[in-house]
């Protein structure tokens, strides 16, 4: 496994994300035998790494008949093959690592379609990698001619490949817009339900799963690998003032995640977008707790999700021996909580802060509608909970309890 630095002072976070490669690599069925992190001035576009450290590396590969070498880093179509062929073994990147954890991983249709709309993605420009074989048969004689006839074939082959996987990509695109159109009727759902939705957000393997099932005691798989959970599970669940609310589990986030793999996967993440109130779990006993952390706010951001109203619960902290870690982390994160989702300890605390949010999202009301105006009546009665309702001459006296989002369409109603 090969992760890059460029200055001494990133080679121990380098050395860090290379444990986290190990642990995707175990959680895929590989046995990581070396980890190298390279220092780098400047990055080759023909093999990535510089000429000599490629060969200190093809050394290294034969000398332990590796299988398959690692990079941390992604790396181009070109630069793949290039490695391929001078280390004489297969060359494969983070990326392309993560969509075969997916893919192994992956129970829902919804997950499958989506893995495989990632995976087809980051296979297009790879196709060429397939037909190898055909330059060196063109290499090894047989004539100009027959140099020219499997040139010919090779790229007919590679166009009609190309086809076929964009046709693919199609397909995969219209399922997963009918599976979105049904997860959108669901959620619409539970939106008039008017259940408060929580969506439990956090880095892999930081303890999601093991938090749903402490609090709902949903049978939902818990390991101590990475993606262990690809598939949301959503659990209704009554807090202590008997509130009802809706907790889902969402897939975990990961430092570098491939932006294919967050498009492929949207549908599945705007559970949290989509959701009232996020609870953001960080794993307190993890020494890259703070990156992680930063790393599941980069994905909110490019969900548009970063804003959102935020409970941060620091787990394991059982386990977690560096309390200035867990000081820095309620200084950066507010409303934060201390938990062991294993063994349920902060709960307390996190009920009621879990109540508070809820208590802010909605608002009760009076209001003096005039009935010629009953249009935005209906759309109270739809989006509100209505808790009286009186007709007065030409208007409608309402008290009803709305989302703070209305609070600015009902202000020219009020009454005093």
Same mark, same amino acid.
């Given at each position: 496994? %090969?992760?890059?630095?460029?200055?001494?002072?990133?080679?121990?976070?380098?050395?860090?994300?290379?444990?986290?490669? *190990?642990?995707?690599?175990?959680?895929?069925?590989?046995?990581?035998?070396?980890?190298?992190?390279?220092? !780098?001035?400047?990055?080759?576009?023909?093999?990535?790494?510089?000429?000599?450290?490629?060969?200190?590396?093809?050394?290294?590969?034969?000398?332990?008949?590796?299988?398959?070498?690692?990079?941390?880093?992604?790396?181009?179509?070109?630069?793949?093959?290039?490695?391929?062929?001078?280390?004489? +073994?297969?060359? !494969?990147?983070?990326?392309?690592?993560?969509?075969?954890?997916?893919?192994?991983?992956?129970?829902?249709?919804?997950?499958?379609?989506?893995?495989?709309? *990632?995976? +087809?993605?980051?296979?297009?420009?790879?196709?060429?990698?397939?037909?190898?074989?055909?330059? @060196?048969?063109?290499?090894?004689?047989?004539? /100009?001619?027959?140099?020219?006839?499997?040139?010919?074939?090779?790229?007919?082959?590679?166009? %009609?490949?190309?086809?076929?996987?964009?046709?693919?990509?199609?397909?995969?695109?219209?399922?997963?817009?009918?599976?979105? /159109?049904?997860?959108?009727?669901?959620? @619409?759902?539970?939106?008039?339900?008017?259940?408060?939705?929580?969506?439990?957000?956090?880095?892999?393997?930081?303890?999601?799963?093991?938090?749903?099932? *402490?609090?709902?005691?949903?049978?939902?798989?818990?390991?101590?690998?990475?993606?262990?959970?690809?598939?949301?599970?959503?659990?209704?669940?009554?807090?202590?003032?008997?509130?009802?609310?809706?907790?889902?589990?969402?897939?975990?986030? %990961?430092?570098? !995640?491939?932006?294919?793999?967050?498009?492929?996967? /949207?549908?599945?993440?705007?559970?949290?977008?989509?959701?009232?109130?996020?609870?953001?779990?960080?794993?307190?006993?993890?020494?890259?707790?703070?990156?992680?952390?930063?790393?599941?706010?980069?994905?909110?951001?490019?969900?548009?999700?970063?804003?959102?109203?935020?409970?941060?619960?620091?787990?394991?902290?059982? #386990?977690?021996?560096? #309390?200035?870690?867990?000081?820095?982390?309620?200084?950066?994160?507010? /409303?934060?909580?201390?938990?062991?989702?294993?063994?349920?300890?902060?709960?307390?605390?996190?009920?009621?802060?879990? !109540?508070?949010?809820?208590?802010?999202? #909605?608002?009760?009301?009076?209001?003096?509608?005039?009935?010629?105006?009953?249009? *935005?009546?209906?759309?109270?009665?739809?989006?509100?909970?209505?808790?009286?309702?009186?007709?007065?001459?030409?208007?409608?006296?309402?008290?009803?309890?709305?989302?703070?989002?209305?609070?600015?369409?009902?202000?020219?109603?009020?009454?005093?």
């Amino acid at each position: 496994m %090969i992760g890059t630095y460029q200055g001494g002072k990133e080679k121990p976070q380098t050395e860090e994300q290379l444990g986290e490669l *190990a642990s995707l690599c175990d959680t895929y069925g590989l046995e990581p035998a070396l980890h190298l992190p390279c220092p !780098i001035r400047e990055f080759d576009p023909g093999t990535f790494l510089g000429k000599g450290k490629v060969e200190e590396i093809k050394g290294l590969v034969a000398e332990h008949a590796f299988d398959l070498v690692i990079f941390d880093d992604e790396i181009s179509p070109q630069q793949q093959r290039n490695l391929e062929k001078c280390f004489e +073994c297969l060359v !494969i990147d983070r990326t392309e690592l993560i969509l075969g954890v997916f893919a192994q991983r992956a129970h829902t249709r919804e997950a499958k379609i989506q893995i495989e709309l *990632a995976t +087809c993605r980051y296979q297009l420009p790879r196709l060429t990698r397939l037909w190898t074989h055909l330059s @060196r048969q063109r290499t090894g004689g047989g004539g /100009k001619g027959g140099g020219g006839y499997l040139k010919g074939e090779g790229e007919r082959q590679i166009e %009609i490949d190309r086809r076929l996987l964009r046709t693919r990509i199609d397909r995969l695109q219209a399922d997963l817009e009918e599976v979105k /159109k049904t997860r959108e009727t669901q959620r @619409r759902s539970r939106k008039r339900s008017g259940i408060p939705t929580f969506a439990i957000i956090g880095y892999t393997n930081a303890g999601k799963s093991t938090l749903l099932r *402490a609090l709902t005691d949903a049978d939902v798989l818990i390991e101590d690998k990475l993606f262990a959970t690809l598939d949301t599970t959503t659990r209704k669940f009554s807090l202590p003032n008997r509130q009802e609310i809706l907790l889902t589990d969402t897939v975990g986030f %990961i430092r570098k !995640i491939p932006h294919m793999l967050v498009a492929a996967f /949207k549908s599945t993440l705007e559970e949290a977008v989509q959701s009232d109130i996020l609870l953001h779990l960080i794993d307190a006993s993890n020494p890259a707790a703070q990156l992680q952390a930063q790393a599941t706010f980069e994905v909110l951001r490019e969900l548009g999700a970063s804003k959102h109203p935020m409970i941060t619960l620091l787990n394991k902290v059982d #386990r977690c021996d560096d #309390r200035h870690l867990v000081g820095r982390l309620r200084i950066e994160y507010p /409303k934060t909580v201390e938990i062991s989702a294993l063994d349920r300890t902060g709960f307390d605390r996190l009920m009621e802060l879990m !109540i508070q949010e809820v208590s802010l999202l #909605r608002k009760v009301v009076r209001l003096k509608i005039p009935q010629s105006d009953y249009s *935005a009546v209906s759309m109270l009665m739809r989006e509100g909970k209505v808790l009286s309702c009186e007709y007065e001459e030409n208007d409608i006296h309402l008290e009803v309890e709305i989302p703070r989002s209305l609070e600015h369409f009902v202000s020219q109603f009020e009454m005093g």
